[in-house]
């Protein structure tokens, strides 16, 4: 078989049977592959952005390997802010891209030119450092063993995209009959076993009173999820979560206080901050989680780190109240969970959460739209999330729309996720689409803001054609207001780029310039269940008072439990009763004497 | 003044007074300067892609450094296939990408993340195989030195694009008073002097009595064109040009032959072929001129190559009919080329030039149209190139439409360019949006296809908010035209993701959806000269057959002289007279006797 054949046959027996592409001179042979390969199918994008995206999706939803083939230079050029995704959030993807043939270079040897063949581009130099391995196969007998290790390093240890960039000659050298070669990837080997886990975490639960546990996404990605959900359940141990994390658990459970960060819920940010004892399963406890001022996060708890990433435990030394992590593979975690003995908890801990997941879990106001009688986007998401199957996908993009859909979804058993590392503009459409293509049987909500609907809009046409079973919904702001509102902080209401020389179009009429479906939604009760009955493509445009603000939020500088808009002195100091008290700190500063 | 204050004045005593971005968290205090800023502008784009592409413009049309400003992370990466085409080109242009504040990483030093703080990206080092510079200022006391030396290395030696990546603490710095720290580049220094140069060009026309001129675009990069085009003329030396050559000089030139290549004209590819002294003058000689098969090219000439980047002329090394190159600023030439001798001409070669030129220059047949009665896309390029004005700014595209309309298109007065190396899909429309903020007073028509024209769709938007006078005209042949044909030469017709999986909307209806003018053209007399007399934004959907080929083309392995369609023996072998003819060959080794 060519090497364009083997590659085809490669991405069928690992499930990865349709694969996002768009065409070129430099991978026309392996799309040709792939079309003649009767177990693979292949869907065209518009733009390769959009694929690298919807491959990212495949993992997150169905743990398959997401594959794009395109060509050289500008198609493997437009899949870097996708891949960038998958890095980022540890998600294994997959990206073939086409070279040019390299004889075309053989003239041109000790020469450091800008470019030798046409459309060719250092694609391999370019990913470095957003993928966990990229590599130009310059011999066809290597084609094989590179492909396998390729793919085996995307999977293993912690996982995340590799590229393989494969010139002309190659795809149409005769690689021989089908074979593999094994690889190792020695990244599995993590440092502790589970006994060692089992003694850390038991020794670090032995003192304490207040213990929390952070559910990460790293949880999930092992696999572990289900145990862990079950755990944390019977042995009633409060529990918060991270944005990634929230799609491995019911949120029914009893002792779920909510997500946290610098957009998270109040009460699981109190929880943080007033905790003694913080056990983080699997999350690198990111900026937007700890906010830019990370010293202050859990600074009354001591902190343990479990992450399969050593690097993620390194940056904590200089972290006096962290443990040392522990760099444990959580899918070895269902083992040893029911020899973690139950953290003791004070009666008056129990009802510090208790009252605090009753007082901030699911309750959170809007004020612009309260003031204005416009659509409030967290009760627009609470109704979408009601009348949509239990088995849904639906996928957040960036900015405003992202923190009002993780603010306020309440999570059954739907599949719900965002690129949260490299948050783009324009994820969560492409993303539904590749959710969508490997998922017939499940609805895809995708929910986007105006901007971001814009960066990827090409892909309506993908949608269209392939009839996919999406609502795409709209918080339509009218421009950029997760900026608007840092411009009125900082800027003094200057909205240059914003409100002032943005621009949208009317998505109405592009989107039924598709052929597609689309509603606008001016009223919430415009917002019918019906809409979200039918089956098929359509659009969903909810327009939203162009002030509407993201609440709660973190302001620069502060630590994550005194969250705009400010709650009164009375609640905040009793709600902070267990943890350092920073606003009580300021007065007590103010009101001491100079020296 | 604050660092980002600086950055807008900088940009702004530069000319590049409009700035092209997309606004967001990590670049909002340079976006806000700007806004401030009485003598700068900026436009919003809907992708950082176009924005990107956009400033690649404007040194092909204006010799201003094109500046983008965008967000970190996805803002920055999406902007890298507009930065390769400047790379490749030779094109000058600044990027400016916000970065994550620098305190956000404090507590992660010696941790090797993949990523600190939120949307954070390493930019700086997955551009560099595509910048000449690229740094990411870590010190607010940098920034002035870092910024000049940035701009210098961009318009210095062969020219090309540069990033600066600003954390937002430095955007924020006081930076103190305006000033400049001057930065000399030493690659301006080049090998040659211009005595030295005229030496060795007046010893290689010594000898010979065929000579030919290849007119490249580093020519018109150096400022050198209206003298070389003036010399040519006066001395009566034929000469052909490169595709991003033929902007630089009028056509009308009696001895202007045509350009060159795999898609080139036939009459000046048999010029390359038959010659036996050829100058070229700042071309980079890539292989889409030379072909895959470069050694081929030129095979009965000495090649003498003039070249700003010595590394260009390394790769001739093993070429033996090469002179060694002379790695000479042709911004000097003016000044020697009155000295440089009138090369010798015999009477056979001034006949057999007129002659080729008489035959095959401006005449191309387009097989299919005249098969199936559609419309040639030649004509209808040849129809627009007469009624547009003469001072017009014209862009083509990628794939097949490039090619069409380098075919066919007589330059006169206008500036006519395309992103010869990268090539993307979409580079048309949004370079033509560059082109016309800078140039209120000039026609711009962009060429694209039906593929491309969808990958910066999103961009109508920013057409249509500025009311930019741009005819976008979109060659229609229902899908990837350029692959097609070459999946009928290899692929036995199979059409994988071309005919079969691509898709295209109605543009029709999106156009209008935008609220654009709308012109579909099925026949060639709807082309009327009205559609380009108004001003404003208009698109223009040309229909053609989805067979349509592009003719003449080179096939794979073949040399430049002998494109498909074939050419009878008898055309041919006259046409070959004075070079090395590869078919009498293969004839020739058909007929001998066996060994």
């Known amino acids: 078989m060519t090497g364009a054949e083997y590659i085809a046959e490669f991405l069928r027996r690992r499930g990865s049977t349709n694969v996002f592409l768009i065409t070129g001179g430099a991978c026309a ?3 040709d592959a792939i079309g003649r390969n009767p177990g693979m199918k292949y869907t065209c994008f518009q733009h390769e952005q959009a694929a690298a995206m919807a491959a990212d999706s495949l993992w997150r939803t169905n743990k398959i390997v997401g594959a794009t083939v395109v060509t050289s230079g500008p198609g493997a050029t437009n899949l870097i802010t996708g891949i960038a995704c998958s890095f980022f959030d540890s998600i294994p993807t997959i990206h073939i891209t086409g070279q040019v043939n ?15 063949g046409f459309q060719e581009t250092n694609i391999v130099d370019m990913v470095k450092p957003i993928t966990k391995y990229a590599v130009k196969i310059t011999d066809s007998t290597n084609l094989k063993q590179e492909l396998c290790k390729a793919y085996s390093i995307a999977i293993s240890g912690r996982m995340g995209p590799v590229l393989v960039d494969i010139p002309m000659d190659v795809q149409q050298a005769d690689v021989g009959e089908y074979s593999e070669v094994g690889f190792e990837a020695t990244e599995t080997v993590t440092n502790a076993k589970p006994a060692d886990f089992l003694a850390t975490v038991n020794e670090f639960f032995k003192t304490g009173e207040r213990p929390l546990v952070l559910f990460g996404a790293g949880v999930g990605l092992a696999g572990a999820e289900v ?7 019977e042995r009633k141990i409060p529990f918060v979560s991270s944005w990634n994390g929230m ?28 905790c003694d004892r913080l056990l983080v399963l699997g999350s690198r406890l990111d900026n937007r989680q700890r906010s830019g001022n990370a010293g202050s996060f859990a600074k009354s708890a001591r902190v343990l780190v479990i992450d399969i990433d050593n690097e993620e435990l390194i940056k904590y030394q200089n972290n006096t109240n962290y443990e040392p992590g522990v760099n444990f593979d959580l899918s070895k ?7 973690i003995k139950t953290p003791f908890q004070s009666d008056n801990w129990i009802e510090y959460w208790t009252n605090s997941k009753e007082k901030y879990f699911g309750k959170i106001p809007s004020s612009i739209p309260e003031k204005y009688g416009t659509i409030s986007p967290l009760e627009a998401v609470r109704k979408i999330n009601k009348v949509i199957p239990r088995n849904s996908i639906v ?7 992202l923190c009002w859909v993780f603010q306020s979804f309440f999570r059954t058993e739907q599949t719900i996720y965002t690129a949260g590392g490299n948050s783009p503009m324009g994820y969560a459409f492409p993303a539904s689409i590749g959710a969508a293509i490997y998922n017939k049987d499940r609805r895809v909500i995708a929910f986007t803001g105006d901007g971001s609907m814009q960066m990827n809009i090409q892909d309506l046409q993908t949608m269209k054609f392939n009839d996919l079973d999406i609502k795409l919904i709209i918080l339509n702001n009218f421009g950029y207001g997760i900026i608007k509102q840092f411009q009125d902080l900082y800027f003094n209401g200057r ?17 039924e310039g598709y052929g597609i479906e689309y509603h606008k939604i001016e009223k919430i009760e415009d917002l019918r269940g019906d809409i979200f009955a039918a089956k098929g493509p359509a659009v969903i445009d909810i327009f939203l008072h162009p002030d509407t603000m993201i609440e709660p939020k973190l302001e620069m500088g502060r630590s994550i439990e005194d969250q705009f808009p400010y709650l009164p002195d009375e609640e905040f100091n009793s709600a902070m009763r267990f943890g350092f008290n920073a606003r009580l700190e300021v007065l007590r500063k103010k009101s001491a004497p100079e020296v």
Chains 1, 2 share one sequence.
């Open 395 to 401: 996928v957040a993009d960036d900015g405003a729309n």
């Open 29 to 31: 042979f392996i799309v």
């Open 102 to 116: 390299q004889n075309e270079e053989l003239n041109y040897k000790g020469a450091k030119v800008r470019q030798a």
């Open 247 to 274: 799609t491995y658990f019911n949120h029914e459970a009893p002792n779920y206080c909510g997500n946290i960060g610098v957009y998270g819920n109040r009460g699981a940010n109190f929880l943080i901050q007033n």
């Open 333 to 339: 975690l269902a083992a040893v969970l029911t020899d």
């Open 227 to 233: 145990e862990t959900e079950a755990w944390l359940i």
């Open 495 to 511: 909205h240059h780029a914003t409100g002032e020389g943005y621009s949208q179009p009317d998505f109405g009429k592009l989107v």
